[in-house]
Nanobody
């Protein structure tokens, strides 16, 4: 099992940047594919980015490509999401997720473990 705790959310102006962190418990962090999802009020949970176990393979949603970057530090058991050029419509709760296995996935149902989420608010 792995427990996930997100941090780094907050209020930022349109065009600004934030870096989210997700700290994982346990000694087997590098056995998990990690991902970020987000959920805005009244909307379904949406895939943002995923990263493979070694950190070499990444996948980003088309809507965030070129602006967001997922990365991980397996020595520290942390996965990051660097978010640049944020837009008001990206206001949401951002969740960290983990899954066993090798493949990256956009599907939230594939992920076994979830954090509590961190609020990101982008003002116009």
């Amino acid at each position: 099992q792995v427990q996930l705790v997100e941090s780094g959310g907050g209020l930022v102006q349109s065009g600004g940047s934030l870096r989210l962190s997700c700290a994982a418990s346990g000694r087997t962090f590098n056995n998990y594919v990690m991902a970020w999802f987000r959920q805005a009020p009244w909307k379904e949970r949406e895939f943002v980015a995923a990263i493979g176990r070694s950190g070499v393979s990444t996948l980003h949603a088309d809507s965030v490509k070129g602006r967001f970057t997922i990365s991980r530090d397996n020595a520290k058991n942390i996965v990051y999401l660097q978010m640049n050029s944020l837009e008001p419509e990206e206001t949401a709760v951002y969740y960290c997720a983990a899954k066993n296995g090798l493949g990256l996935s956009l599907l939230s149902g594939i992920y076994n473990y979830w954090g509590q989420g961190t609020q990101v608010t982008v003002s116009s």
